[in-house]
């Protein structure tokens, strides 16, 4: 079973930068290869939205918000997707979440300050 764990969260003054990471283990390294992979947030009393993602051939795709801002790569080597976020703002703030197919991970929360 896929097992997704991200990192790298915290407070943050506002214009400042974190670097989220999304370890991925119980899955070969030829099928995390594979798979495209994802970052989500969700903001306190709103959805779950999509952020960035990356496919298996390394084409990414981000959220018109976060555009020019945040940047999503992958080392397959390590099974690990990043999200560097740069430029945080205010409405950045929420819980990050990695997935891969139908799994997961717990979350890790961003919050910036004004």
């Known amino acids: 079973q896929v097992q997704l764990v991200e990192s790298g969260g915290g407070l943050v003054q506002a214009g400042g930068s974190l670097r989220l990471s999304c370890a991925a283990s119980g899955i070969s390294l030829v099928d995390f290869t594979l798979n495209g992979m994802g970052w989500y947030r969700q903001a306190p009393g709103k959805q779950r939205e999509l952020v960035a993602t990356?496919?298996?051939?390394?084409?990414?795709r981000y959220a018109d918000s976060v555009k020019g801002r945040f940047t999503i790569s992958r080392d397959n080597a390590k099974k690990m997707v990043i999200l560097q976020m740069n430029s945080l703002k205010f409405e950045d703030i929420g819980v990050y979440y990695c997935?891969?197919?139908?799994?997961w991970g717990r979350g890790t929360q961003v919050a910036v300050s004004s």
């Open positions: 990356i496919t298996s051939g390394g084409s990414t």
């Open positions: 997935n891969l197919r139908k799994s």
